[in-house]
């Protein structure tokens, strides 16, 4: 059976930095939304892998929406 593990070469191990915001918002007694936003500079390594180009890193944005109910 092969591995599903990355060889250490292979992984992509460094980051120059981050920025984030979010905010929540009461919506009466019980609810609650929240917005989330992140972006993270230069991610990874300056290799060239077969899966994934990195020579100059790479900017990744992630951003999510949750909802909370308090009973």
């Known amino acids: 059976m092969g591995s599903s593990q990355?060889?250490?070469?292979?992984?992509?191990?460094s980051v120059s930095g981050f920025i984030s915001?979010?905010?929540g918002f009461h919506l009466g007694e019980r609810w609650t939304?929240?917005?989330?936003?992140?972006?993270?500079?230069?991610?990874?390594?300056?290799?060239?892998d077969e899966d994934f180009r990195t020579q100059d890193g790479a900017d990744i944005d992630t951003a999510s929406i949750s909802a909370s109910y308090r009973f």
């Open 6 to 13: 990355p060889s250490g070469k292979d992984s992509l191990d």
């Open 21 to 23: 915001a979010g905010a």
């Open 33 to 48: 939304l929240s917005l989330d936003w992140s972006r993270y500079f230069n991610v990874g390594d300056e290799d060239d």
